[in-house]
C-alpha cells in the first residue's frame, strides 16, 4: 500500500510531509493523523484554559487532562464511526 493524502498540497509540501513521516518511521497517513490529534488536543486544552480562567478559575488546579481526554474519545469516535 502506498503512502496517499486525501487532499490536494504543493508538491515541496508533500515531500516534506514524506521526509518526515520517513523520518519518524511511520506512514504519511499516520504522520497526518498524529498532526489532527495534537492540534485538536492542543486547541482543546486552549478553550479549557480560556472557560476556566473567565469562570475566575485557575486552569492548572483543574482536572483539565481528565476534561481533555474524555472530550477527546467523543471527537476520535465520531470520526472513526463515519
Known sequence: MSDTIPFHIN???HE???AE???QNVSVDRLIINAV???LETEKERV???G???MGRDPDTNNV???LSAGREVVFHDIRSE
Open 11 to 13: 508538491v515541496d509540501l
Open 16 to 18: 516534506k510531509v514524506k
Open 21 to 23: 513521516a520517513s523520518r
Open 37 to 39: 490529534e495534537l492540534y
Open 48 to 50: 479549557w484554559r480560556v
Open 52 to 54: 476556566f480562567e473567565a
Open 65 to 67: 487532562d481528565y476534561l
